[in-house]
């Protein structure tokens, strides 16, 4: 094993969210490469109870709580975002989680990407994906 390979094992760490998803499909919620956070799509489940809620607005809420621990178990905060991806089953749902998400990434202002697609679950209405470094805001 190269110098450069034994350095990349040390440095990758992998962070799980309890979700079944991960077991099942074989991913990890987070990924901590060096100073950057990948942070796998992230759906409204309440990992406690495993209990998807109706609303977009409490999905939304879930996911961020999701992210945030994510992002907490690697040093970072939704502050660190520097990309973020999300994804909406119904365009409609926009203008009620829009505050939501923009009181979450005020700080961070990160480059974001929105599309209106299919999610994995028929209840599901909203999946986020974000990346970060950590330290990449300066308080």
Do not use: W
């Not at 109706?54 to 992002?71: E, F, G, H, M, Y």
């Not at 990160?110 to 599309?115: E, Q, R, V």
């Amino acid at each position: 094993m190269g110098d450069l390979e034994f350095r990349n094992r040390i440095l990758v760490k992998h962070i799980s969210s309890g979700s079944p998803f991960e077991e099942k499909i074989g991913y990890s919620r987070a990924v901590v490469d060096g100073d950057m956070v990948y942070v796998s799509g992230s759906t409204g489940y309440d990992y406690k109870t495993n209990i998807l809620p109706d609303d977009v607005i409490a999905q939304t809420r879930n996911t961020l709580l999701t992210i945030s621990k994510a992002l907490g178990e690697a040093n970072c905060t939704l502050n660190d975002v520097v990309r973020v991806r999300y994804y909406l089953k119904n365009i409609a749902d926009l203008d009620g989680v829009m505050p939501l998400l923009a009181q979450a990434f005020a700080k961070a202002k990160p480059a974001a990407t929105l599309i209106v697609c299919d999610l994995i679950e028929a209840k599901m209405k909203i999946e986020i994906e974000v990346s970060a470094r950590v330290g990449a805001f300066e308080a």
